[in-house]
T-cell receptor, first 110, second 112 residues
């Protein structure tokens, strides 16, 4: 079955460490997205990519970085510059017919 | 840019009650409108969508009509069940880059 896989489901890191969240899709979608979800804030767009080797900042890109070296993969790195990294992170992909979301990664920084 | 305003929760209903969650949007051009549902600890699932004015999206007893004149896409269900308890997000997608802009979400709890 086609879909999006995010791993791991839960991630714990110490403050000051960079951490990379994985997102892989086998839907052959061109576009991929990273959203951050905080209680009462809805989903906010971090980065998005419409084609391989190209990506754009979303609304809250500061402290995050991405790469898009392959169509199937869009990893997100949460850097030590992100002031409040503890959140639920959702990856998505899309084509002209719609969006598919992963099941999310809950990152806790201690 | 695009924006979505949806009814703040939490909303608590008894089983078989009528549900309305209000959603209004601002967007340029001819956006598509969506309702997503999120169960605890999970990602988002598409509930329904509408791509042009006056379209009605429907799924699992939920309905929403794309009203361009009032820029609204209110979610309704005639008789909710306990299993409908979840967070509901209204979203708009406009322009050529297919970005989704979400509302803040509405937590629905249905009691037996």
């Amino acid at each position: 079955d086609g879909g999006i896989t995010q791993s791991p489901k839960y991630l714990f890191r110490k403050e000051g460490q960079n951490v990379t969240l994985s997102c892989e899709q086998n839907l052959n979608h061109d576009a991929m997205y990273w959203y951050r979800q905080d209680p009462g804030q809805g989903l906010r767009l971090i980065y998005y990519s419409q084609i391989v080797n190209d990506f754009q900042k979303g609304d809250i890109a500061e402290g995050y970085s991405v790469s898009r070296e392959k169509k199937e993969s869009f990893p997100l790195t949460v850097t030590s510059a992100q002031k409040n990294p503890t959140a639920f992170y959702l990856c998505a992909s899309s084509n002209s017919h719609g969006y598919t979301f992963g099941s999310g990664t809950r990152l806790t920084v201690v | 840019g695009d924006s979505v305003t949806q009814m703040e929760g939490p909303v608590t209903l008894s089983e078989e009650a009528f549900l309305t969650i209000n959603c209004t949007y601002t967007a340029t051009g001819y956006p598509s409108l969506f309702w997503y549902v999120q169960y605890p600890g999970e990602g988002l699932q598409l509930l329904l969508k509408a791509t042009k004015a006056d379209d009605k999206g429907s799924n699992k007893g939920f309905e929403a009509t794309y009203r361009k004149e009032t820029t609204s896409f209110h979610l309704e269900k005639g008789s909710v069940q306990v299993s409908d308890s979840a967070v509901y997000f209204c979203a708009v997608s406009g322009g050529s880059n297919y970005k989704l802009t979400f509302g803040k979400g509405t937590l629905l709890t249905v009691n037996p």
